[in-house]
């Protein structure tokens, strides 16, 4: 213990004044080099300054494996889990062990076939997640070639690096902190095979020689496209099918009216803005034990979550994605969540080279969405643009299309649509540009027959009344609105759902010139608990 805490006080007074020392240094030479205000790229050469500062910020923290789910592919029969392993951890353990074989081969001086083993490395270590419908299964399972109860799907793995930044408020400016992230290794895997509405039991591991697991965790996968939960008397030709009848408005509440009292609804929690702070653990804790505000579990069965943006608010301080990953790992080892990009998972990149000002670093790394289509993933092909006050008014072009950006999914009677409203790149938006194409697409190709309700997910919302992020101000949202909400109103999309405001709010069905309209879609945002920035 005592131990632990020299460690992390050490870690952190070191990383504090290395922060404040570092940007003071390179903000003072700036300003001295360029006679004012530092411009991004001066900032962006004067990293490799900073990092000469800065020795603390070549370590990564990892507290633990952030396990996170999230639907597959096909998310009544899928299910991708994505976790973490330390790449400083894994390095000392695989020499650890090379130099035990090497110790062995020098003892022996050979193998049995006369030839010396070589010896492990890093590239021979797998990382797998194991399943099984029961914790037997699983934990004697593992070895087992026979067991058809156990499911195993191997992992990815990528690192990445990027170099933190600190804002400077009075002069809408990042700048270089001296701290030069290493993330630990990211896995992400895909079960496959799996039984709707069905409670598994698994475990991540490592193998190769460097063995471990994790804890086992559980959970239960969602409805079938076009079915509610057990004990519903609706279905697809009873209520989903009078609600695709009826048109749009008028078809989500005859469907609501036309369902028996034995009817178990489908529950979908949606938040967003959520951070790290008591509120923010006091939300997951109760999303955890499905409760809520309204008794949740009381209303039917709560499925999966939905977070519409502004996870960690890290702020291109790297570190806070593993800290965020570990505050929320007991609900995401258990709850499948769905994630979109918010402004704060914007986040810069300083690093000099190729990769400077890239955006969305963080997020596309960390969070794989089963129903993306990676195939035409599109990530930072197009140099960002960063206009006049872009910091306030999100006056920039940056791109990041398809894969975790934008994608949809079915689970039970409604169709999920998950948008990125600073995808700005494609400017001002409409035909021709990859979000509008797929949205146009993907609204034009849902069988209200299956899935009668239409819910779109976004960060900014298309109206709010809060001064603080006055509507009309932003120009990224401006745009998107521009061509994102004509489509919303003419597929007779049910509900919206955004973030960003800190401020609940909810519209009634609104029409293109935000005036009520009985036939339009609803505007609400979601639960936030993170202060706001």
């Given amino acids: 213990l005592t131990h632990s805490l020299t460690h992390s006080l050490t870690h952190s007074l070191t990383r504090s004044l290395t922060r404040s020392l570092t940007h003071s240094l390179t903000h003072s030479l700036a300003r001295s080099l360029t006679g004012g205000a530092m411009q991004p790229r001066v900032a962006g050469w004067l990293t490799a300054l900073a990092l000469c500062c800065s020795h603390a910020g070549l370590a990564s923290v990892v507290p633990s494996n952030q396990i996170r789910l999230g639907l597959g592919p096909t998310p009544e029969s899928s299910m991708v889990v994505s976790w973490v392993t330390s790449r400083a951890d894994m390095a000392r353990r695989v020499d650890e062990l090379a130099k035990q074989q090497q110790q062995q081969q020098q003892g022996t001086n050979t193998n049995s ?111 079938p496209r076009g079915q509610l939960p057990p004990g519903s008397s609706a279905g697809v030709g009873s209520a989903a099918g009078s609600a695709a009848g009826a048109g749009a408005g008028a078809g989500a509440g005859s469907m609501s009216s036309s369902a028996s009292a034995s009817v178990v609804p489908s529950v979908t929690v949606i938040c967003g803005d959520v951070g790290q702070t ?48 570990a505050m929320v790992e007991p609900l995401t080892a258990r709850f499948p969540m769905m994630f979109g990009v918010g402004n704060h998972e914007i986040e810069l990149d300083l690093t000099p080279g190729p990769q400077y000002l890239n955006a969305f670093t963080h997020y596309k790394h960390r969070f794989h969405a089963g129903p993306g289509d990676y195939a035409r993933e599109s990530w930072m092909q197009q140099p960002a643009e960063l206009r006049e006050h872009y910091m306030w008014h999100y006056n920039y072009s940056l791109q990041y299309d398809y894969g975790s950006s934008f994608y949809s999914w079915d689970v039970g009677l409604v169709h999920y649509v998950m948008l990125n409203t600073y995808d700005t790149a494609c400017r001002p938006g409409g035909p021709g540009c990859p979000q509008y194409d797929f949205l146009l697409h993907d609204l034009e190709t849902v069988d209200r027959a299956v899935t009668p309700w239409v819910v779109v997910c976004m960060h900014a919302p298309l109206y709010n009344s809060n001064v603080k992020h006055a509507q009309g101000a932003e120009v990224a949202t401006v745009e998107f609105s521009a061509w994102a909400q004509p489509l919303l109103v003419r597929f007779d999309v049910n509900l919206v759902f955004a973030g960003h405001v800190h401020w609940y709010e909810r519209f009634g069905h609104v029409n293109l010139d935000g005036k009520l309209d009985p036939v339009s879609y609803t505007h609400l945002r979601a639960h936030e608990t993170e202060a706001d920035l």
């Fill in 278 to 325: 008591n509120h923010s653990r006091n939300t997951v804790n109760a999303i955890l034990e499905h409760r809520g505000y309204a008794q949740l579990a009381a209303l039917g069965a709560v499925e999966f979550g939905i977070m519409v943006g502004d996870m960690s608010y890290a702020d291109s301080n790297s570190s806070r994605w593993d800290t965020w990953g």
């Fill in 113 to 223: 076939s006369g030839i010396n083993t070589p010896a492990i490395s890093i590239a021979d270590v797998q990382y797998l997640v194991y399943c099984a419908a029961t914790v037997e299964g699983l934990l004697t399972g593992n070895n087992s070639s026979n067991n058809s109860d156990l499911l195993t799907a191997v992992g990815s793995s990528e690192a990445y690096n990027f170099t933190d930044s600190t804002l400077v408020f009075d002069e809408e400016e990042f700048y270089p902190t001296g701290v030069f992230y290493e993330s630990p290794f990211i896995h992400h895997a895909v079960l496959e095979g799996l039984r709707p509405l069905t409670t598994y039991f698994y475990h991540v591991t490592v193998e190769g020689g460097v063995n471990s697991r994790s804890p086992v965790f559980n959970f239960t996968t969602v409805a």
